[in-house]
């Protein structure tokens, strides 16, 4: 090997020109021109379909196997899967206001 070669490998590559953006933006211009996340790749989003269909798996679980245990004279762990239910039915509440906010 010689040095050429080592000297070649050690050129540092250019990099894309970056945007510089006045402080004085709003926050829709600077969303506007934003390009994205690191490298260039669009911001990361929630998978809000996947959660409703866990949370609802969740929700109909644990009532379904909360009344079993209801009936079947075992209250700790009715209640302990009726706290779960709530849970699950906070975690849809948040999820249908993001997916509302998301839509505007």
Excluded at 6 to 14: L, Q, T
Excluded at 67 to 84: C, G, H, Q
Aim: net charge positive.
């Amino acid at each position: 090997m010689s040095t050429d070669d080592n000297d070649a490998r050690c050129v540092p590559r250019p990099r894309a020109p970056r945007l510089l953006l006045p402080v004085a933006l709003s926050p829709e211009q600077r969303a506007a021109v934003d390009d994205g996340g690191p490298g260039g790749f669009p911001p990361a989003r929630s998978a809000l379909g996947l959660r409703v269909a866990l949370a609802l798996f969740g929700l109909l679980f644990c009532v379904g196997a909360c009344a079993y245990y209801a009936v079947s004279d075992r209250p700790l762990p009715a209640a302990v899967l009726a706290l779960i239910a709530l849970t699950a039915v906070a975690d849809l509440v948040v999820i249908m206001r993001r997916m509302r906010r998301e839509r505007r």
